[in-house]
């Protein structure tokens, strides 16, 4: 069974960072690329990073680049968030996903991951 199991969450004050995880099981993990989408309250779900698993490349949504980090231990089949100099906008549930594709145009859409997991909380506010 594909499983995938997003942990890290928390609330933390503007300017503050938080790493989440992302532990992947029943599939081969080396093979797939992994992306992280968030959703706020009342908004859609959007890309925020993925990492190519193809060529190792990494892709950042405008919004977080510079302040987040995406990657990966493909011995230990998890991935991560490095989230930093948070802002109260980047609050939302975030969603670790898997994907067969490898270019940007296919990583930042979400009809183009397979295997989702259950989203973390992430509340940046003073």
């Known amino acids: 069974e594909v499983q995938l199991q997003a942990s890290g969450g928390g609330l933390v004050q503007p300017g503050g960072s938080l790493r989440l995880s992302c532990a992947a099981s029943g599939f081969t993990f080396s093979s797939y690329a992994v992306g992280w989408f968030r959703q706020a309250p009342g908004r859609e779900r959007e890309f925020v990073a993925a990492f190519n698993w193809r060529n190792k490349v990494t892709y950042y949504a405008d919004s977080v680049k510079g302040r987040f980090t995406i990657s990966r231990d493909n011995t230990k089949s998890t991935a991560f968030l490095q989230m930093s100099s948070l802002k109260p906008e980047d609050t939302a549930v975030y969603y670790c996903?898997?994907?067969?594709?490898?270019?940007?145009?296919?990583?930042?859409?979400?009809?183009?991951?397979?295997?989702w997991g259950q989203g973390t909380q992430v509340t940046v506010s003073s």
């Open positions: 996903a898997s994907s067969p594709y490898y270019s940007y145009s296919d990583l930042t859409s979400r009809i183009k991951y397979d295997y």
